[in-house]
């Protein structure tokens, strides 16, 4: 493995991504205040339905083929129309609802009031709006999670590089962080579960189920459902994945203990209620390692590796895949890996 190999772009890439999904999530509120000043503040009048085909006919001078047509009185005029949903002009869409319409059947119009030729039959919020606003959100929380992550290690290297001598070789402790703890002569680390982990994967395995749900027991329009409904099954999702993420990060703990005055390594794993304890003594400790983490042993990753190889050639892992302590540089590990090397190896023969 090369460490001088280039690391992926992973937080530019999601920044990217993120801001796409952001404006998908901002047309999709667009259009959702949209239906709901259709239905708040357009006039509701009676039409008649004066013609459908299930097959439907193509209309020469727009273009298109519909399935519905109807006709209603605005004033004086009269005006027949095709529109039935704001985002559809045709009910080719929702053929399921055409069976619902039979000529001459009086039905509820929603007529624009400052142009009476601009009319709707249907003021549904659509399915898939809703469907699409849950996985975007997710996915927004996921990506989120991964840059707060970089953002923080970026921050406590550059604290860590700051607060200690360029020239630094492990022989003073080092500064205090929301991971790590340093009295001298006992350094503990916590290596659980990272915010990624614990929070943005939960989010989109949630916004997946509620996609779920939607797409299995919604119609693509229902009309007897509110912006609240929809709404319910969002923070539903959302809420769950909190309570998800505070479970995870709560119930699956990780410490190291690297005690340099009883010559002992303790690795402490807490599984809610269950909780396991290793002991390793210093001259178990072969070597520590430091290495780039790679993908399907081909790609290399941003996050670093820092593990201890015993005697035994097991592997106490400090940085890997899910854990808390996952800079996107060797610089905070390095100093670390200094560290802990000077307690077992050279500061306490």
Not at 141 to 166: D, H, V
Not at 279 to 305: C, G, H, M, P, V
């Amino acid at each position: 493995m090369n460490k001088n190999d280039p690391p992926r772009k992973l937080t530019r890439l999601f920044m990217g991504i993120g801001l796409i999904f952001g404006i998908i999530v901002v047309s999709i509120f667009f259009q959702t205040l949209t239906l709901w000043k259709i239905s708040q503040t357009w006039p509701v009048t009676t039409g008649i339905v004066t013609r459908t085909a299930s097959k439907g006919w193509w209309d020469e001078e727009r273009e298109r083929r519909y399935y519905l047509e109807y006709e209603y009185t605005v004033g004086e005029k009269t005006y027949t129309n095709v529109q039935f949903h704001f985002k559809e002009r045709s009910i080719k869409k929702y053929k399921y609802l055409i069976r619902k319409y039979k000529k001459g059947d009086p039905i509820p119009v929603w007529v624009n009031p400052e142009s009476p030729d601009q009319a709707v039959i249907n003021t549904a919020y659509p399915r898939d709006g809703f469907a699409l606003l849950v996985v975007l959100t997710g996915f927004l929380m996921m990506m989120g999670t991964m840059i707060l992550k970089e953002t923080r290690w970026q921050r406590q290297t550059q604290a860590l590089t700051a607060a200690l001598p360029k020239d630094y070789q492990g022989d003073q402790p080092l500064p205090a962080s929301g991971i790590l703890t340093d009295s001298g002569g006992v350094v503990r680390l916590n290596t659980g579960m990272s915010i990624f982990w614990s929070f943005g994967i939960p989010f989109v395995c949630f916004s997946f189920l509620s996609l779920l749900f939607m797409m299995i027991f919604l119609n693509e329009l229902n009309p007897g459902w509110s912006l609240l409904d929809y709404s319910s099954i969002m923070a539903g999702s959302w809420g769950a994945s909190l309570v998800g993420g505070f479970l995870i990060k709560i119930g699956f703990r990780k410490t190291l203990e690297i005690n340099a005055d009883q010559k002992m390594i303790t690795e402490t794993s807490a599984t809610f209620f269950k909780q396991t304890s290793r002991k390793y003594a210093f001259s178990d400790i072969q070597e520590l390692l430091l290495e780039r983490e790679t993908w399907r042993k081909t790609n290399t990753l941003k996050n670093w590796i820092l593990y201890l190889h015993t005697q035994s050639r097991q592997s106490i892992f400090v940085s890997f895949r899910h854990r808390d302590i996952q800079p996107s540089d060797e610089a905070y590990l390095g100093c670390v890996k200094q560290r802990l090397e000077t307690l077992i190896f050279g500061a306490h023969p």
